[in-house]
């Protein structure tokens, strides 16, 4: 290694990287002193630094601190030095320090005008801070940092680089990079989500949440919900503070757990369910009131809430075509279908429904307005049936929200259309994972859709058993609760544009999912007994239909085992 010393004086050299989290200077400064370096962190990708032969790059992991680093890749001939002159002052004296990761990584400054300084190491496979000091010349104006790695070695890391000392007349970075958050606590947890909240760090514009070491989440204040965890399970937890500087180093850590799994929201829902949509408008079906819906309804969804001019928040008025002579009278319907053992819930969208939860305020929104709707009107919870996409982050906050207002009681139901529910990687199947703590069930839209693929990699086409089980099959193999899944379904030809099917197909598709006869071609590996039901669309076109959908599906899903 004497030989690799004697390499230093002449190489050059800067940081790079950034992600985990800046750590303070190893140094005591001045009330004047200041980081004379300029793009420390990387963020600016090369800007102010000049790399040997094209060898060095900025890449966006590994990372110390913000969101970028510097990656040398040498070479058999070149060891690549990266550097940056500085704007020094004469006769005074700097601290040199950075970031680095990699095999055989050096740190230097030459032209200080007096004894040019290195330091390196042979390398580490996590950030190790280097550190050195030099003092200017009487006629000293500029000094060129550098950072290298040698001859033939793997790539080396370096970030947050630091030239501390008294301002040579270029000035430095003008945001310094935030402190490390305090306070981190953690709140309610339930069994797939756990409540953070920090104190806020002055100069921060934004904060990164990491669970076990892995960021998981970037928010905007000093609080923060981490979704889709197991239940049952410990966590830790650690924050950062970010801005255009840079990221600080990770708060000291917190550890939570996570509640144990079990049945999700609903304390009225009998264990298998059917759902139906009332209109709450005359499209030419026939035209309800609440009373007159079959009493195979244990799940009725009010359609629909109003989006109102505040983002998030939803209203709801009566439409005098359904011919209620007051909100009293529709009230006390409610009412008396509670007293039945019924739910009514208030249904949130549709197909023109414009409701939008995408941040902390509408989150809180959506969920204030909702929960004050079920206190003015009676309704037992929502159901979620946005069809012009939603955000899994701020939507699954505000179901948590409306929750914790709620109580155990509140039901929950969701209506995904099929291309929502192929993958556990959409924003609706993730809010369906997100709230599987709360969520009473999701009735997938088996309707007004194209083929589609099961469970089994095939494709399947709309109007047969085989798409209502083997897609199912997703849903039940993907993380939802038997409980947690429904059919959805036309109640008539009338009921959608395509898809319906005839009630005895829906029937077939019950009993294959749950005791495994009636199945078609698609035969699941196992059976789920726990199934929760079936839906359909709507209440009003089942009596335009005779109400044939509810007498044969009804019964067929109150006598699932």
């Not at 941040?359 to 946005?386: K, P, R």
């Amino acid at each position: 290694m004497d030989r690799a010393r004697r390499w230093i004086k002449g190489a050059l050299a800067v940081t790079a990287a950034t992600a985990l989290g800046v750590t303070a200077l190893a140094t005591t400064a001045q009330a004047a002193d200041i980081n004379v370096a300029k793009n420390a962190g990387f963020e600016s990708d090369l800007s102010n630094w000049t790399c040997s032969a094209g060898t060095g790059s900025v890449v966006g992991s590994p990372v110390h601190g913000g969101a970028k680093a510097l990656k040398g890749t040498p070479t058999a001939q070149d060891t690549a030095q990266c550097s940056q002159p500085v704007a020094v002052k004469p006769n005074s004296t700097y601290t040199l320090s950075s970031w680095v990761q990699g095999s055989y990584v050096y740190l230097g400054a030459s032209g200080t005008g007096t004894t040019d300084v290195s330091t390196w190491t042979p390398g580490s496979s996590g950030w190790q801070q280097l550190s050195t000091t030099f003092t200017t010349g009487a006629s000293t104006t500029s000094v060129t940092v550098y950072t290298h790695g040698w001859y033939g070695q793997s790539a080396y890391y370096a970030d947050d680089v630091s030239v501390l000392g008294p301002d040579g007349g270029g000035g430095g970075d003008p945001v310094v990079i935030p402190a490390v958050p305090a306070g981190l606590a953690a709140g309610t947890a339930t069994s797939s989500s756990v409540d953070l909240s920090w104190n806020p760090v002055s100069g921060a514009t934004g904060y990164n949440v990491y669970r076990d070491g892995s960021k998981v989440a970037s928010v905007s204040g000093a609080s923060a919900t981490v979704t889709g965890l197991a239940a049952a399970t410990s966590y830790s937890f650690q924050v950062s503070a970010t801005n255009s500087a840079g990221e600080s180093a990770k708060s000291a850590a917190v550890t939570a757990r996570t509640a144990t799994s079990g049945g999700g929201g609903g304390g009225t829902v009998p264990k298998h369910a059917v759902t139906g949509y009332w209109q709450n408008f005359n499209n030419g079906a026939t035209v309800q009131k609440l009373r007159d819906v079959p009493s195979q309804y244990d799940i009725i969804a009010v359609s629909f809430a109003d989006a109102t001019s505040t983002p998030g928040q939803i209203s709801f008025t009566l439409d005098p075509a359904v011919g209620y002579a007051s909100a009293a009278d529709f009230k006390a319907d409610i009412a008396a279908k509670q007293a039945a053992g019924k739910s009514v819930i208030l249904s949130v969208g549709g197909e023109k429904g414009s409701v939008s939860v995408n941040s902390d305020a509408s989150a809180t929104a959506f969920a204030d307005s909702a929960y004050s709707l079920m206190q003015q009107y009676g309704f037992d919870g929502v159901d979620i049936d946005l069809e012009n996409g939603l955000n899994s982050t701020y939507m699954s906050k505000a179901l948590h929200q409306l929750s914790a207002k709620a109580g155990a009681k509140l039901v929950l139901t969701m209506a995904p259309q099929t291309i929502d529910m192929q993958s556990t990687s959409g924003e609706y199947f993730k809010t369906a994972l997100n709230v599987k703590d709360i969520l009473t069930v999701v009735n997938m839209q088996y309707y007004n859709s194209g083929s589609m693929l099961g469970c089994d990699g095939k494709v399947y086409s709309q109007g047969s058993v085989d798409f209502l089980t083997a897609l199912a099959c997703i849903q039940l193999e993907g993380g939802l609760d038997p409980s947690q899944v429904g059919l959805g379904v036309p109640a008539s030809t009338r009921g959608a544009g395509s898809g319906y099917v005839d009630p005895s197909v829906v029937n077939n598709a019950l009993d294959c999912l749950t005791r495994g006869t009636g199945c078609g071609s698609f035969k699941p590996a196992k059976t789920y007994p726990g199934l929760r039901g079936a839906m359909t669309w709507s209440t009003n076109w089942d009596a335009a239909a005779g109400n044939a959908w509810s007498n044969s599906v009804g019964p067929k899903v109150h006598s699932l085992p």
